[in-house]
């Protein structure tokens, strides 16, 4: 009587065929998961940021504006004669459409309500702002 002494080429082409097909089906589950997670940090970040140039406009009696084009975010500060350039945050992935280009005053109020929508392949957040500075995110 002989032993068998292991697995045949077929069984184990089966094996790895059915371990290939499980590991892509979890690759592209977690892929998509992470995008998503993306989206919705990018509009965390966005929200805080707004949050900051409000805080930084009342801390440093500045009058900060933000404005929103394609994918980046830049921050303008009035030096009493014209906006200058603070900073510019890019954001991959995600479209930035705006109604209103915010001023934020020193005495902590917004010259213009505005919507911000966040848009990207994985939907679409919108951001607003009321006149006393409160951010609601939908």
Do not use: C
């Not at 032993?3 to 790895?16: A, D, V």
């Not at 805080?48 to 830049?74: C, G, M, P, W």
């Amino acid at each position: 009587m002989r032993k068998k002494q292991g697995f045949s080429l077929i069984e184990m082409m089966i094996s790895f065929l059915i371990l290939t097909i499980i590991s892509y089906m979890i690759t592209m589950k977690t892929s998509d998961y992470f995008k998503e997670m993306k989206f919705h940090s990018d509009t965390y970040s966005i929200r805080n940021i707004i949050q900051k140039v409000r805080v930084r406009a009342i801390l440093k009696y500045e009058t900060l504006k933000i404005s929103f084009k394609d994918n980046h975010l830049k921050i303008l500060k009035y030096d009493g004669k014209k906006w200058r350039k603070i900073k510019i945050y890019n954001f991959s992935g995600i479209t930035l459409k705006s109604n209103n280009t915010p001023v934020f005053y020193p005495y902590g109020t917004v010259s213009k309500l505005f919507s911000l929508y966040i848009i990207s392949k994985n939907g679409i957040k919108k951001i607003t702002m009321n006149i006393t500075g409160r951010i609601n995110i939908y």
